[in-house]
C-alpha cells in the first residue's frame, strides 16, 4: 500500500481517467443548444399534431362534398323521371274548361226536360206540383 502524501493538492488524475464535465464548464453554449433540443422536440409532435388534424379536416371536406354531390346526382335524376307539374295558367285553362262542359250538359238536360213536358206533339204536360221545404232551425230557443 502506498502512503498518501501530505501534500493539500489532489492528485492529477492518471493517464486513462477523465476529468468531470460540469455545465457550468461549457458555458452557455451548451445551456442553449439543450434548449434548441427541447423545443425541437416539441415543434416536431406540435407540428405533427397540426398535419394529422388538417388531414381529418380534408377528409371530412372531401366526405361531405361527396356526400353533396352525390345527393344533387340523386335529385336530378329523380326530378327527370317524375312529371313537371301544372303551370297555374294550365289549371285554370282546365277549371275553365270543366266549367263549360259542366254548363252545356245542364243546358243539355234543360232542353230534354222541356220537350219531355211539351210532348212530341206540342201538348203541355201538367207539372206535379211540389210542396215547398220547410225550414229547420237548430237554435236553442
Known amino acids: 500500500m502506498a502512503v498518501a502524501s501530505s501534500s493539500k493538492h489532489a492528485p492529477a488524475p492518471g493517464p486513462g481517467k477523465r476529468r468531470k464535465t460540469f455545465p457550468e464548464d ?3 453554449s451548451h445551456l442553449l443548444a439543450l434548449s434548441q433540443s427541447i423545443t425541437e422536440a416539441k415543434d416536431s409532435q406540435l407540428q405533427q399534431r397540426v398535419d394529422s ?12 362534398q361527396q356526400q353533396a354531390e352525390s345527393k344533387k346526382a ?18 285554370k285553362a282546365e277549371l275553365k274548361k270543366a266549367l263549360r262542359e259542366k254548363a252545356r250538359l245542364r243546358k243539355g238536360r234543360r232542353k230534354d226536360a222541356r220537350k219531355e213536358e211539351t210532348g212530341e206533339k206540342g201538348e203541355v204536360k201538367v207539372k206535379e206540383v211540389k210542396k215547398p221545404r220547410k225550414s229547420v232551425s237548430f237554435a236553442l230557443a
Open 53 to 64: 388534424n388538417k388531414a381529418k379536416v380534408q377528409a371530412q371536406a372531401a366526405r361531405k
Open 74 to 91: 340523386k335529385s336530378t335524376a329523380a326530378e327527370a323521371t317524375k312529371p313537371k307539374g301544372k303551370t297555374k295558367a294550365e289549371i
Open 26 to 28: 461549457s458555458g452557455v
